[in-house]
């Protein structure tokens, strides 16, 4: 009997890319329960035909989340702050995905989380703003919250803190931007730091890594990444993937925080906590045991390759 993996998240891209990693895993230890809000979606039936038992569930019922998790292995959890960014939304469906855990006995349970930069950065101080009265780094302090949820509940929990998806250069609007100078770059408020990144395909890799150590991991605080690097080192990159010249152009995240976009000012915060504290952030993201958990994981230059044609194109 394979050992049933109930992924949450599974049309997305951590979740997803843990359910094909099980499904194209040669050792066939597990099996992929993808769990869906629609099972009639594109991806769902796509997940459905290359062999993923789907199951729907809602991150808001935590009784659909406990029938999804009945008589599984182990759950891979996760949530989606840009639905509706609403960090106390987002706690409530950790809390949600907790409890259901609990309730299904389940032997493993991975959290995809973040830090809670309140603990680097308190409220009161103003090196960075407070956003909705009470977070700093919004969509990650809900997540690193949660940590204590799992921790609390006595649960068998591995949290696996990630880190920047380079698929934002795809899907979040990051592409390479032209200037008032006529240049193309990319914007950062990164100044010489280097930012952890990674394949989001690679966290799923990873994360069936750590459900086959068994129980190495449980307990633990584990950080990922592919690779870290500057913002030069990025532009650069670019440049020998798309065959433009792209820059970096860095800015103040003062200045980012401005920008016309929704999340701007959290997403600003964010880059601040990586730049302000890169030597923390990068150094609780081991490339070496990344590779170990997922001997397939993606360079930032491998993933350009791959990925570098679906980066949109500013003429």
């Given at each position: 009997?394979?050992?049933?993996?109930?992924?949450?998240?599974?049309?997305?891209?951590?979740?997803?890319?843990?359910?094909?990693?099980?499904?194209?895993?040669?050792?066939?230890?597990?099996?992929?329960?993808?769990?869906t809000?629609?099972?009639?979606?594109?991806?769902?039936?796509?997940?459905?035909?290359?062999?993923?038992?789907?199951?729907?569930?809602?991150?808001?019922?935590?009784?659909?989340?406990e029938?999804?998790?009945?008589?599984?292995?182990?759950?891979?959890?996760?949530?989606?702050?840009w639905?509706?960014m609403?960090?106390?939304?987002?706690?409530?469906?950790?809390?949600?995905?907790?409890?259901?855990?609990?309730?299904?006995?389940?032997?493993?349970?991975?959290?995809?989380?973040l830090?809670?930069?309140?603990?680097w950065?308190?409220l009161?101080?103003?090196?960075?703003?407070?956003?909705?009265?009470?977070?700093k780094?919004?969509?990650?302090?809900?997540?690193?919250?949660?940590?204590?949820?799992?921790?609390?509940?006595?649960?068998?929990?591995?949290?696996?803190?990630?880190s920047?998806?380079w698929?934002?250069?795809?899907?979040?609007?990051?592409?390479?931007?032209?200037?008032?100078?006529?240049?193309?770059?990319?914007?950062?408020?990164?100044?010489?730091?280097?930012?952890?990144?990674?394949?989001?395909?690679?966290?799923?890799?990873?994360?069936?890594?750590?459900?086959?150590?068994?129980?190495?991991?449980?307990?633990?605080?584990?950080?990922?990444?592919?690779?870290?690097l500057?913002?030069?080192?990025?532009?650069?990159?670019?440049?020998?993937?798309?065959?433009?010249?792209?820059?970096?152009?860095s800015?103040?995240?003062?200045?980012?925080?401005?920008?016309?976009?929704?999340?701007?000012?959290?997403?600003?915060?964010?880059?601040?906590?990586?730049?302000?504290?890169?030597?923390?952030?990068?150094?609780?993201?081991?490339?070496?045991?990344?590779?170990?958990?997922?001997p397939?994981?993606?360079?930032?230059?491998?993933?350009?390759?791959?990925?570098?044609?679906?980066?949109p194109?500013?003429?």
């Amino acid at each position: 009997m394979k050992k049933v993996i109930a992924v949450l998240g599974a049309t997305g891209a951590q979740g997803g890319g843990l359910v094909r990693a099980i499904l194209n895993d040669p050792s066939g230890e597990f099996a992929a329960r993808a769990i869906t809000r629609d099972k009639n979606s594109e991806k769902a039936l796509q997940l459905a035909a290359a062999g993923a038992e789907v199951v729907v569930a809602e991150a808001d019922d935590r009784a659909s989340l406990e029938r999804a998790f009945d008589g599984a292995y182990g759950a891979f959890c996760v949530t989606f702050f840009w639905d509706h960014m609403s960090p106390e939304k987002e706690l409530a469906q950790a809390t949600n995905m907790a409890e259901a855990s609990r309730t299904a006995g389940l032997q493993h349970v991975i959290w995809s989380t973040l830090e809670n930069t309140r603990k680097w950065i308190p409220l009161d101080d103003d090196r960075m703003p407070t956003l909705m009265g009470k977070y700093k780094v919004p969509h990650f302090d809900a997540k690193g919250e949660a940590d204590d949820v799992f921790k609390g509940l006595g649960l068998p929990v591995t949290l696996l803190g990630t880190s920047f998806y380079w698929d934002n250069f795809i899907h979040f609007g990051m592409e390479p931007q032209r200037g008032p100078d006529g240049r193309l770059a990319i914007t950062l408020p990164m100044g010489e730091a280097p930012m952890s990144g990674i394949a989001s395909e690679d966290i799923g890799k990873c994360a069936l890594g750590v459900f086959k150590a068994g129980d190495k991991y449980i307990g633990k605080w584990l950080g990922i990444a592919g690779e870290h690097l500057t913002g030069d080192q990025m532009a650069s990159s670019l440049s020998r993937a798309l065959d433009r010249d792209i820059g970096y152009n860095s800015v103040e995240p003062a200045i980012f925080r401005t920008f016309d976009f929704p999340g701007a000012d959290d997403l600003g915060n964010m880059f601040q906590f990586f730049r302000d504290f890169a030597d923390y952030f990068c150094g609780a993201r081991s490339i070496e045991e990344s590779r170990s958990l997922n001997p397939d994981l993606m360079t930032f230059d491998e993933w350009l390759k791959e990925k570098g044609d679906l980066i949109p194109r500013v003429d």
